[in-house]
């Protein structure tokens, strides 16, 4: 079975995570195949938004940390010139795999859409964050718990743009949750809806949006992401993405390959997506 299934509907390209049983944890052939459906929804000129989802209880636990991910690059032969080139292919492949796919992602032409269920942890705010809108059931929980594990946040830093200053703080200090409603609250998430009538309002939101012409649905989308750019969020993102590399570095020095090889020991400090 596919781990992203596409499919479209009255003008909208729906794209959904499915592992389910990893509860969407996100490994590289599934961001590789989650681009590839982007690319695919933006080359359609039938296609006039994009619905991003997961199947399962939970949106996304974030990256794949299990041993398997040892058995993808760069991780997979990383070690082999360490001592030549340090962690550069790590930082190179989260720069274009975390970094440059949640740019692309959120520089689509297209309207985009998350719809977002249960937990949505760490990476998870990585896929909804570029999103335009955010459709949120009333059991959604966001978190980025990654200063646990040496890092000050994941890759795509745009936490201080989404949530604030001292909520960004909070949120980053504490490695807790903030709720659909609290998300609401600040400007975070657009609606939030009862859990079973998720996808009914995210494809009614959708399908409201597809009515408009592509052209000014286009511009005002550049638009809205040009002013945040023009405010320093593209600048901002980049320069904490290297703050974050820092983080790996400092692991590396610190615990070594040990590191990278006992992830999957850091688990039971991740917060548990079962109790969302």
């Given amino acids: 079975m596919s781990i992203v299934l596409y499919e479209v509907r009255d003008r909208v390209a729906i794209i959904t995570l499915n592992r389910p ?23 359609d000129d039938a296609v006039r938004v994009i619905v991003l ?8 636990a974030g990256h794949d940390i299990s041993p398997e991910v040892l058995t993808y690059e760069p991780w997979k032969s990383m070690f082999d010139d360490v001592e030549r080139t340090g962690l550069l292919k790590m930082y190179n492949w ?30 998870g705010l990585m896929l909804v964050w570029p999103m335009d809108l ?7 929980r966001f978190s980025d718990p990654v200063v646990r594990m040496g890092c000050g946040g994941v890759e795509y830093h745009g936490h201080t743009w ?46 409201q949006i597809a009515q408009m012409h592509p052209h ?7 638009a809205v992401n040009q002013t ?3 405010m320093g969020q593209y600048n901002a993102l980049q320069a904490v993405f290297d703050v974050h590399s820092l983080g790996h570095a400092n692991a590396w020095a610190t615990c070594g390959q040990a590191t990278i090889a006992g992830l999957a020991e850091m688990v039971p400090a991740k917060p548990d997506p079962s109790a969302a």
């Fill in 216 to 222: 000014p649905l286009q511009m005002a989308k550049r």
């Fill in 94 to 123: 989260e720069k274009k795999h975390f970094l440059g796919y949640a740019r692309k992602w959120r520089d689509l032409p297209k309207p985009t859409i998350a719809s977002v269920q249960g937990a949505c942890i760490a990476a």
């Fill in 162 to 207: 989404e949530l604030g200053a001292r909520k960004a703080k909070e949120l980053l200090f504490t490695a807790g949750f903030i709720d659909a409603q609290e998300a609401h609250r600040l400007g975070m998430v657009n609606r939030v809806v009862p859990l079973d009538e998720l996808e009914s309002a995210t494809l009614a939101l959708a399908s």
């Fill in 53 to 60: 989802r997961a199947a399962g209880k939970h949106f996304s």
């Fill in 134 to 140: 955010i459709v949120a059931a009333d059991n959604a």
């Fill in 228 to 230: 945040l750019d023009a």
């Fill in 21 to 43: 049983d990893q509860r969407n944890a996100q490994n590289p052939p599934l961001l590789q195949e989650l681009d590839q459906a982007f690319d695919r929804a933006n080359d």
